[in-house]
Structure formats: structure tokens, C-alpha cells
């Protein structure tokens, strides 16, 4: 069955045939495809375009190819170019020629665009279950660190103390904008294209919406030619794919460097590192660093899609079968990484005296020093200068800013008090008690609140 070369007089040649087919990464479209076939032909029957038996007759055929299909039964055929020819030929073989009947009024054109929107939708759903499990993972360990102190960082040098689960926190509120941005691709996948001919809509009395409450659809597209031609859809997923793995791989980063010898904040499991073929002492984040370069594959990705869509008129053209395997690939790459970062996490140990060490050193505490002026009246400018003093002959005398003495101090600004000594890791972290802040309040009324976000998202 070849109908698409009815009106041409020399076969297909076979190096043509190799180039065009895509039957070995659309297969993975045919449990979508046959519930559109389905769909479509039981409308067909109702609205009497097709008599009710024949439309019965198909319907039976193609739920037992589905089943052959799920069985790993199916006889794929290469020449049959794709998913829709390779069905509708086995639907041929199997109830003979009213097997024609399915494709009244349907192009391959709309056939494909529903395929894509089904498989989208799944995969935005299948993307937040991922998130959704990883951010748990996420709350999970904040939780237990609520009193275990860090460095905060900037240019990737000690900053300020934070709590650990302040520090992580931040991922869990990245996460969550992801699964917003994947809701997002959700609803603007929840358009059924189906009726949209080729580009120019069906000339038969179809009931589109019945079609697309059959398949879970909210609503029917507006315009038949941007139906056929439309993959915004997709190139919304790979973006949102992107950022989540940006995320991923900022997390990746911390987990690589604080496993590290030189920071030894936390150690991973050993079902999720490596060791080296030559040096017997190695631990090597793997999983990590892997994901950290997947996230450069799934950028890719995005950037294929654009070039694909990029100045191609309306309204369907052959462009865009080359949405698919990439599309493929980034929903496999994002999902398998959230799998695994979830599992990963949830093993992790950390070692709360590194990091509480890690945080007294480094002059953490000159931002409050500097605050504790201010609050005495000194603008801040004048107390960046006059800590900034202090930070230097301290270095000079290889303290820290807590072991200077109060002359010390008192010989840069008659402003400070003794009180001044009492400025510690504790007193910093407590003092940042405003909504978003480190102090451990602020941090566990946080961790409620996420906690009762992720049950609403789930």
C-alpha cells in the first residue's frame, strides 16, 4: 500500500526510500497513532461519512494491531516509509480493503500534528512527575539540615554563612518554575488538530469535538494550516527541557566541587560514583559531570528545532519530520536525569563540621560587622570602608576578623562596643530572618511551604 506515489510513474528509488523514512524513530508514535485512528474512525461512523460497521470493522483492526504492537509482534516495514503507512497497511491485511475508509478526509499532515501533540502532552506530564520526585528528594535533605551551616558563595568565593537547606531551597524553587513552564507546554499541546486535511480542513460533516474529548483534548485548533504546520509545541518543550537541565547542571556543578578533597562538603553514594581504571583511591561524581554534558546535548536540541521551523512558509512541508528525534532524545535525557538525580540525592552525606569550619573562615562576618556599624549611624559606605580596614590588618596579622581585640577594633572607629566580639556564624545567619532570608525561621517556614506546594502541583 503506496497511495502517496499515485500520481507519480517511476518507483521510489531505494536511496530516496532510505533517506525520506522515518519509521525508526516515529514507531515509538503508535500507540497515539492508533488512538487517533480509533477516535477518528468511530467519528466517521457516527456522523454516517462511513457506514457504522465498517467504522466498527477498523476499529477492531486497529486494536489489535495496538496489541501487537505492545506484544513486540508487529511486522514494522521499512519501505512503508512510516508509522501511519506501516498501521494502515497492517490494518489492510487484516480487514481487507475497507481499511481505505480510515484516511476519508485525514492527511498525514494533521495525522502527524496529532500524534506530536499526544506524545507532548505525555511527555510534559512525565517531565513534572520527574520534578516533582526530585524536589521531594531536595526537601528531604533541607529538611535534615535546617541547623547545618555553609559558606554561601559568590564569583565562587566565600561570601556569607547560610543554612544548607537555605542553600538548597534555591533548587527546590527552580524546580518548581520548571513545572510550571512544563503545565505551560501541557496546555498549549492540549489542542486537537485533527480535521485540518492537509492545510485546508475537511470538506465531510465532522464532529471535531467529539474527537478530541475522546482524546483527551480541551479544544479544537482554530486554523487548519497553522494546525498542520505548528510545532511551537515542541520547540516550547525543548526550551523548558533546557532550562530544567541548566538547573540539573548548576546542581551537578556544586555536587562535583563539594565532593571534592579541596571542599569534602558531602560524600556520594556509592551506587551513584566511579572509580578509575588506573588509580585505586579515585571516587569520581560521574553521574554528575554526565549530566552536566547532557545539558549541552539537550541546548542542542532546542537549536535544531528553531533552524528546523526557521523561515519555512505555510504550510506543511517536509522539514518537519526532523522535529521528532530530537524531541525523543530531550524528553529521554531530561526525564532519565531526573530520575537518577532523585535517587542520588536521596544518598548523599554531608558533613556538617567541613562545612561549619569552612564557614568561619574567610572574613564571612565583615558584612555584619559592617551592619553592626550602620545600626550605630555610620552610612554605609563609611562602614564598608572602615571593615575593609579591618579585613586588611587582619590578613596581615593572619586572623580572622572574630580575632582581632577591641583595640583593634576601636583604633579603626570609636564606634564599636564590645558587643562587637559576640558577632558570630549563629548571630549572622539569625540575624537574616526577613520572608527569603537564611535565619532557620525563615528556613523552616520555607521548607512548610514548599512542602505544601509540591502536594498541590502533585
Known amino acids: 500500500m503506496k497511495p502517496t506515489r499515485s500520481r507519480l510513474k517511476k518507483p521510489m528509488a531505494e536511496a530516496v526510500q532510505r533517506y525520506t523514512a522515518s519509521i525508526a524513530y516515529d514507531r515509538r508514535l503508535a500507540p497515539y497513532d492508533i488512538a487517533g485512528s480509533i477516535a477518528h474512525a468511530r467519528m466517521l461512523g457516527r456522523q454516517g461519512v462511513i457506514p457504522g460497521e465498517d467504522a466498527e470493522a477498523i476499529v477492531a ?25 506501516n498501521v494502515e497497511a497492517r490494518l489492510a491485511e487484516r480487514i481487507g480493503d475497507v481499511a481505505g475508509k480510515l484516511h476519508t478526509g485525514r492527511s498525514r499532515n494533521d495525522q502527524i500534528a496529532l500524534d506530536m501533540r499526544l506524545f507532548c502532552k505525555d511527555a510534559a506530564a512525565q517531565v513534572q512527575d520527574g520534578l516533582s520526585r526530585l524536589r521531594k528528594a531536595v526537601l528531604e535533605q533541607a529538611e535534615a539540615h535546617v541547623e547545618t551551616v555553609i559558606p554561601g ?44 486535511g492537509a492545510l485546508a480542513g475537511a470538506p465531510y460533516p465532522f464532529d471535531r469535538e467529539s474527537v478530541a474529548r475522546e482524546l483527551g483534548f480541551s479544544r479544537v485548533s482554530s486554523n487548519s494550516m497553522d494546525a498542520v504546520s505548528d510545532r511551537d509545541f515542541v520547540i516550547e518543550l525543548h526550551a523548558a527541557a533546557a532550562i530544567a537541565m541548566m538547573h540539573l547542571s548548576r546542581l551537578a556543578e556544586e555536587l562535583i566541587l563539594w565532593s571534592s578533597t579541596e571542599f569534602g562538603f558531602v560524600e556520594l553514594d556509592d551506587a551513584y560514583a566511579t572509580g578509575s581504571s588506573l588509580m585505586p583511591q579515585k571516587k569520581n561524581p560521574d553521574v554528575a559531570e554526565l549530566a552536566r554534558a547532557k545539558t549541552g546535548r539537550v541546548y542542542g536540541h532546542l537549536m535544531g528545532a528553531l533552524t528546523v521551523m526557521k523561515a519555512l512558509p505555510l504550510a506543511y512541508n517536509r522539514d518537519l519530520q526532523e522535529d521528532k528525534e530530537a524531541l525523543f532524545d530531550t524528553v529521554d535525557t531530561l526525564t532519565s536525569t531526573l530520575d537518577i538525580f532523585a535517587a542520588m540525592l536521596g544518598g548523599l552525606r554531608f558533613d556538617p563540621e567541613r562545612m561549619r569550619q569552612a564557614a568561619t573562615g574567610g572574613h564571612l562576618l565583615a558584612t555584619d560587622v559592617a551592619d553592626y556599624l550602620v545600626k550605630k549611624g555610620v552610612p554605609f559606605r563609611e562602614a564598608h570602608r572602615i571593615v575593609g580596614e579591618l579585613v586588611r590588618q587582619a590578613d596581615d596579622q593572619g586572623k580572622e576578623l572574630g580575632g582581632l581585640t577591641m583595640e583593634e577594633y576601636q583604633r579603626v572607629s570609636p564606634e564599636f562596643d564590645r558587643d562587637v566580639l559576640a558577632i558570630d556564624v549563629s548571630t549572622s545567619i539569625a540575624a537574616r530572618s526577613l520572608p527569603g532570608g537564611t535565619a532557620p525561621r525563615q528556613v523552616r517556614q520555607a521548607i512548610s511551604e514548599a512542602k505544601r506546594r509540591l502536594s498541590d502541583d502533585g
Open 61 to 85: 483492526g486497529l486494536e489489535a494491531i495496538g496489541r501487537e504492537i505492545a506484544e513486540g509482534a508487529f511486522p514494522f516495514r521499512d519501505d512503508l516509509e512510516d508509522i501511519h503507512m
Open 153 to 196: 558563595y559568590t564569583h565562587l568565593q566565600r561570601a556569607q554563612p547560610v543554612l544548607l537547606a537555605h542553600h538548597l531551597l534555591a533548587y527546590d524553587e527552580m524546580l518548581a518554575r520548571d513545572g510550571e513552564r512544563f503545565a505551560g507546554c501541557y496546555g498549549r499541546a492540549d489542542v486537537m488538530p485533527l480535521g485540518s
